[in-house]
């Protein structure tokens, strides 16, 4: 059946106050469910994977993430770069862009691997709170490498075995994980430096809980109190493969001693951390 004009105008303007209203019956039953909107940002390795899915399973009616693969291989064809190791650096900057997105598309429970982003919190303080969760440096570095050494496909494969890694940029890199998730500092800073460090410090203690990977108890108990939801936190996502299970007690002291120091200033954030 064809609508004449004026019926189809008709229909538009009643289709379009029952999806308004539609929306409306489902904003107010959000603000029942998941009335606090966060963020979870998402460091590698430090257990995220599993408080992710706990926190998005309780928000199930308007959560989101932002994929790593995804979003590199994204970044990856529209950009139609393959210089891998620079790109694994500058697809932060599409990662920021998305959550913002999902920020303005007013998505509760956003759990996503990504960094502090200055803009999302100036904008957006007091209306999301932001979150994380953190792992000693060494361990986390060791974890780090264990799970995407010899991982032939992923965007994130690392190649070289673990003392040629040691010597690489992107080794440093790692090292200072920390500092680039909370820094808010532009991608080709220098990580490493004092006042980046400072920057890190200082962004964390902005977040509204930090937790740590060895006490969930106090980090559910935190997350109850300031986003209302004290999730069940399993374990998932460990490591696989040539080096499943890296721990510092496998290293000779001479590999441990370097994997400290590429890790000083991810350490200095760690122990000033809130």
């Not at 862009?97 to 904008?123: K, N, P, W």
């Not at 080709?188 to 108890?217: E, M, N, Q, T, Y």
């Amino acid at each position: 059946m064809t609508l004449d004009p004026s019926q189809n105008e008709t229909w538009r303007r009643d289709s379009g106050g029952m999806v308004s209203r539609a929306r409306g019956l489902r904003a107010r039953l959000l603000d029942i469910a998941v009335p606090q909107r966060f963020v979870f940002h998402h460091v590698p390795k430090c257990g995220g994977t599993s408080v992710a899915r706990a926190l998005r399973k309780r928000c199930i009616l308007s959560q989101a993430t932002v994929h790593p693969e995804a979003s590199f291989r994204a970044f990856e064809a529209f950009t139609g770069r393959h210089d891998r190791d620079a790109m694994l650096v500058d697809v932060l900057d599409l990662r920021e862009q998305m959550l913002l997105y999902l920020m303005y598309t007013d998505t509760r429970c956003i759990a996503a691997h990504v960094g502090f982003s200055e803009t999302a919190f100036a904008r957006f303080a007091g209306h999301y709170k932001f979150v994380t969760v953190l792992r000693e440096p060494v361990a986390r570095f060791l974890s780090h490498f264990a799970w995407s050494h010899g991982r032939h496909g992923a965007h994130a494969m690392i190649a070289e075995p673990f003392d040629a890694f040691l010597e690489t940029p992107r080794a440093a890199r790692m090292g200072a994980s920390y500092v680039e998730y909370f820094s808010g500092l532009p991608d080709r800073h220098d990580l490493r430096s004092a006042a980046a460090i400072d920057r890190a410090v200082k962004g964390l203690h902005r977040f509204d809980v930090v937790g740590r990977l060895d006490d969930l108890a106090r980090f559910r108990t935190d997350l109850k109190r300031e986003i209302g939801l004290r999730p069940r936190i399993g374990h998932e996502n460990r490591a696989r493969g040539p080096r499943a299970g890296l721990r510092p007690a496998d290293l000779t002291p001479e590999q441990l001693d370097r994997v400290r120091a590429l890790c000083t200033p991810d350490l200095a954030v760690w122990d000033a951390a809130p």
